[in-house]
């Protein structure tokens, strides 16, 4: 059994910022890519951001120069650093994660609420 936890949500100021985080956890061989995606009231879940198992990072272009990325290898862990805010970011983020726990497979968080609003 593979769970992933996110934390770090909440309502935030235009301009701010929030630092999502992604715990894997349970039995597990291996963790590839790491995800970020939101979903906002009525429109299709899109990707945020990836980083692969070697580092290599992708952004969708909404959010490049104001999101990062990161992961910490042997902590299983996923960050995704949010900065300068806008309506537009107002979504539930969901971590994903392809796991190998005796074979490959994609597995998701439960999400994350981030409410962007004065």
């Known amino acids: 059994q593979v769970q992933l936890v996110e934390s770090g949500g909440g309502l935030v100021q235009p301009g701010g910022s929030l630092r999502l985080s992604c715990v894997v956890s349970?039995?597990?061989?291996?963790?590839?890519?790491m995800s970020w995606y939101r979903q906002a009231p009525g429109k299709e879940r899109e990707l945020v951001a990836a980083i692969t198992q070697i580092g290599t990072t992708n952004y969708a272009d909404s959010v490049k120069g104001r999101f990062t990325i990161s992961r910490i290898y042997g902590a299983n862990a996923g960050y995704l650093q949010m900065n300068s805010l806008n309506a537009e970011d107002t979504a539930v983020y969901y971590c994903?994660?392809?796991?190998?726990?005796?074979?490959?497979?994609?597995?998701w968080g439960q999400g994350t609420q981030v409410t962007v609003s004065s």
């Open positions: 349970g039995r597990i061989a291996s963790i590839n890519t």
């Open positions: 994903n994660a392809v796991v190998d726990n005796g074979g490959w497979r994609d597995y």
